[in-house]
């Protein structure tokens, strides 16, 4: 691909050469290639599409059954990553506060367990056909679809609510995907997404060590706020806002690009607890330009 997806613009730039951190097959590189008008970025070579689930390891998710037993037995409830799903459905609610809600890539649901059951009809999607059951059979009042957005089983002008937690940029068709949830929700419905930030100081600070790029090349695309704004209004959506949301993800994305960074550089852990300190310099920059590593995004849906 010699120009970018989203503004058809020829000046592009190779960012970084990255590995599969999760994998870490030996001698396997990518390309992350970054458009310099809008900054949307992508995985060179693309996997097909028949690819992308073997790169995929069936303990991608975590052991779902054990979040079920920690969630049941009220101990999810008392962990910071339990705090992280409670501040996406207050984040939701602070536009739509009851109605249909669908969770994109919902994964083993835990975002939709967060929700009230008593204010939302409450319905996912993912291809982890195995964790779905799982979590049918343990948690109620969940609508969970075997397959993708474009399911049959979902329905056109149906949702007050579409959200996308760090998952629009595992997706093949970003631009398809933005238009099929323009389709599902109703007239003025909100739509929630969260990604990394490639024009994030972290990413322009730490480039191949960058934390986000730990899932290349399950991460096919890497946004922009610019790229994004052009992806959701060419989809139909008015853009509402950007919020720094989930200050927890972006530390934690921050810590370990310079913990990749120490150990792939120096072999050694110990530059980076040196450095530490120095990111609370980082986390102040970022403050003050708003170019924080985690984009989230509120949108509406415009009349057609």
């Given amino acids: 691909m010699n120009s970018c997806p989203v503004c058809r613009n020829a000046e592009v730039e190779d960012f970084a050469i990255?590995?599969?951190?999760?994998?870490?097959?030996?001698?396997?590189?990518w390309l992350v290639r970054r458009c310099r008008s809008c900054g949307f970025g992508w995985t060179y070579p693309m996997p097909?599409?028949?690819?992308?689930?073997?790169?995929?390891?069936?303990?991608?998710?975590?052991?779902?059954?054990?979040?079920?037993?920690?969630?049941?037995?009220?101990?999810?409830?008392?962990?910071?990553?339990?705090?992280?799903?409670?501040?996406?459905?207050?984040?939701?609610?602070?536009?739509?506060?009851?109605?249909?809600?669908?969770?994109?890539?919902c994964g083993d649901g835990k975002f939709l367990w967060a929700l009230d059951a008593e204010?939302?009809?409450?319905?996912?999607?993912?291809?982890c056909k195995e964790t779905l059951e799982l979590v049918r059979r343990r948690i109620p009042g969940l609508e969970l679809v075997d397959g993708d957005i474009f399911s049959g089983s979902l329905s056109e002008g149906f949702f007050d609510a579409v959200t996308f937690w760090h998952v629009l940029e595992h997706l093949p068709d970003p631009a398809?995907?933005?238009?099929?949830?323009?389709?599902l929700l109703k007239t003025g419905g909100w739509l929630l997404i969260s990604l990394p930030n490639l024009d994030s100081l972290q990413a322009r600070l730490f480039r191949k060590h960058w934390y986000a790029f730990d899932d290349v090349p399950r991460h096919l695309h890497h946004f922009s706020r610019s790229?994004?704004?052009?992806?959701?209004?060419?989809?139909?959506?008015?853009?509402?806002?950007?919020?720094?949301?989930?200050?927890?993800?972006?530390?934690?994305?921050?810590?370990?690009?310079?913990?990749?960074?120490?150990?792939?550089?120096?072999?050694?852990?110990?530059?980076?607890?040196?450095?530490?300190?120095?990111?609370?310099?980082?986390?102040?920059?970022?403050?003050?330009t708003g170019r924080y590593g985690i984009l989230t995004v509120a949108a509406q849906s415009a009349a057609i």
């Avoid at 990255?18 to 590189?29: A, H, K």
């Avoid at 204010?119 to 291809?127: A, P």
């Avoid at 398809?176 to 389709?183: D, I, N, P």
Wanted: net charge positive; proline share 5%; no cysteine.
């Fill in 18 to 29: 990255v590995f599969d951190r999760v994998r870490r097959v030996p001698g396997e590189t």
């Fill in 48 to 105: 097909a599409a028949d690819q992308l689930a073997a790169f995929y390891p069936p303990t991608y998710l975590g052991d779902t059954l054990k979040t079920l037993e920690q969630y049941l037995g009220g101990r999810l409830q008392q962990s910071r990553s339990w705090r992280g799903e409670v501040a996406k459905a207050r984040l939701v609610e602070r536009f739509v506060p009851r109605g249909r809600i669908l969770d994109v890539g």
């Fill in 119 to 127: 204010r939302w009809q409450r319905t996912g999607v993912d291809h």
């Fill in 176 to 183: 398809g995907v933005l238009g099929r949830s323009r389709a």
């Fill in 227 to 288: 790229s994004l704004d052009r992806l959701l209004r060419d989809a139909g959506f008015e853009v509402r806002g950007y919020y720094p949301f989930s200050p927890y993800v972006n530390s934690h994305s921050l810590k370990h690009s310079l913990l990749n960074w120490s150990e792939d550089g120096l072999g050694s852990r110990v530059p980076y607890y040196a450095l530490k300190p120095l990111l609370h310099a980082v986390a102040l920059l970022e403050r003050l």
